[in-house]
């Protein structure tokens, strides 16, 4: 006599079906997070790289003999553009041809991806203050 087939073993097609829609559920899942860092990734080396040169253009305005109501601008080597203007502060008495005083210093950098980041500082320019007798 034979043995009948036992019709329990292995998977049914309907359970083979359900498995690979959720296996496809799941890596679709991990596909999402997945682009989802990598944008945030992208975004925040931008957004150091433009702070860096912030610091860097602000840093650099008395080495480019910019004085007050002058502006420049130009495009880094990695495709940021960026742009600096200097002004007298609001109600100041001075003229833009003064030599020393208070400055202010305003620096934007523009990203590949449009964002625009913009820092500002006030500045003494000129002669250095005079030491006091001690």
Known sequence: MKPTPDR??????LE????????????TLCLQVF??????????RWSEQAHVLLRDRIASFE????????QTDGVAADGMRWALAISLPTGSSGSATTKRGVIWVTAS?????GRTYTAATARWSGEAFAEADQ
Do not use: Y
């Not at 329990?8 to 097609?13: C, K, S, Y």
């Not at 083979?16 to 890596?27: E, G, K, P, R």
């Not at 682009?35 to 925040?44: F, Q």
């Not at 950098?109 to 991806?113: A, H, K, L, Q």
């Open 8 to 13: 329990t073993a292995g998977f049914t097609l």
């Open 16 to 27: 083979v079906l359900v498995a690979f829609v959720i296996l496809t559920m799941v890596v």
């Open 35 to 44: 682009s989802t860092s990598a944008r945030a990734e992208a975004s925040a």
């Open 63 to 70: 080495t480019m003999g910019l004085r007050p109501g002058q």
């Open 109 to 113: 950098v523009t990203d590949p991806s």
